[in-house]
């Protein structure tokens, strides 16, 4: 029988899994995004690509149902799978770093969720802050922990947007996505076609890639990312497996298309 991927029933996901998404629902409002903006978005911490690699080794997503290994092979089995279809160079990249914003640990705390036992700040599916939570979150039961959801600024399906402001204008849960997005945006020598950068900000934003839902905030142009973002997505989920890669002897392979998207110095985070 083929492999189903996130399968989220009581039966088959680990109980860290729902405990990881309740504290997410409970703890994600339009606040706490804003604040962990100003503190995570200071890129005054550099580091080199390959060492922050390496970093992801230390880390297993707590909110993944379909993988127990390190960060860094989930990383590696999308990317070698991305040049085993022979796409574009830029896109097998994206492969290999899409993830690496979860190294927001190595500065992260408990208390944000952004720690490697407290990850509710940093990893899972990702919703809109400052409107109506959609049913098509996983564990929709949660959303009504959500204290933006008692608060009449943030409680209607538009909530604090105007309708059809698009998608680059909608606030979304904090994570490695944005992280990582802002992280590049802000990189001086970043080279990376805007369709890498779109896969990098919104690969965990399902609710609206695979659940269609927050509509009435889209614009005809989001339809673009989402063809791009469901393109990158089959690489995301379903090459997901237990085979297991050594990080140092795909370097020679995978550094000169760093360098040649995101030049060769340090990345500042
Ligand atoms: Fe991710
Ligand atoms: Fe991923």
């Known amino acids: 029988m083929d492999k189903v991927f996130r399968d989220y029933r009581e039966s088959k996901a680990k ?25 995570y978005l200071t890129y005054d911490k550099p580091l080199m690509l390959w060492d922050a690699l390496k ?48 190294i927001m640990f190595l500065w992260g705390s408990d208390e944000d969720g952004t720690s490697q036992k407290e990850q509710w700040g940093m990893v899972g599916d990702v919703f809109v802050v400052g409107c109506t939570l959609p049913n098509s979150c996983v564990y929709p039961e949660f959303n009504s922990l959500n204290p933006d959801m008692s608060d009449s600024r943030y409680n209607s399906l538009t909530g604090k947007y105007k309708k059809g ?17 802002q992280v590049l945006e802000h990189h001086s020598t970043n080279r990376l076609p805007e369709e890498a950068m779109a896969m990098i900000r919104y690969h965990s934003f399902y609710p609206w890639h695979s659940g269609n839902s927050y ?25 997901k497996s237990n085979q297991t890669y050594d990080l140092d002897s795909l370097k020679n392979y ?16």
């Open 15 to 39: 109980a860290a899994v729902k405990e990881h998404y309740r504290k997410m629902r409970a703890n994600q409002t339009v606040s706490y995004v804003e604040k962990m903006k100003k503190k």
């Open 55 to 102: 970093n992801l080794d230390d880390l297993i997503d707590v909110s993944d149902p379909d993988l127990d290994l390190p960060n860094v092979q989930h990383l590696i089995q999308s990317a070698e799978a991305i040049r085993r279809d022979k796409r574009a160079d830029w896109m097998q990249l994206v492969g290999l770093i899409h993830d690496l914003g979860k």
């Open 165 to 181: 402001c698009g998608l680059k204008n909608l606030e979304l849960a904090w994570g490695h996505d944005e992280y990582l997005f």
């Open 215 to 239: 509509t009435e905030l889209l614009q005809r142009e989001d339809e673009k990312y989402l063809n791009w973002i469901r393109d990158f997505n089959k690489y995301d989920l379903y090459t």
């Open 254 to 269: 995978y550094l000169p298309i760093a360098e040649k998207y995101l030049g060769k110095g340090p990345i500042y985070w």
